[in-house]
């Protein structure tokens, strides 16, 4: 199961393990189709955290990760970020990523 996390729990939620921010917007064609691969990927892999945010309403984390299109997937490892990739991914590569 993928959480969502608003801009407040954003820190919180990176700051420990593997974890994988799918930054979307309700309104983005490209992040529907990736929302159900992102679920299918986190339900095969339990070395990972999955959560998603709103850029709309995270205009700060937007800000300091440089967040200009979406979907970006931003992969954090104890809270440093580790890889941000712009644009829709497949499932075989969002596996490599989170290996």
Known sequence: MVKEITELEFKESIKEGKVLVDCYAPWCGPCKMLSPIIDEVASEVNTCTFYKLN????PNVSEEYGIVSIPTILLFENGELKDK???FRSKDELLELVK
Not at 55 to 58: E, G, P, S, Y
């Open 55 to 58: 850029v709309d309403d995270a």
């Open 85 to 87: 990739i712009v644009g």
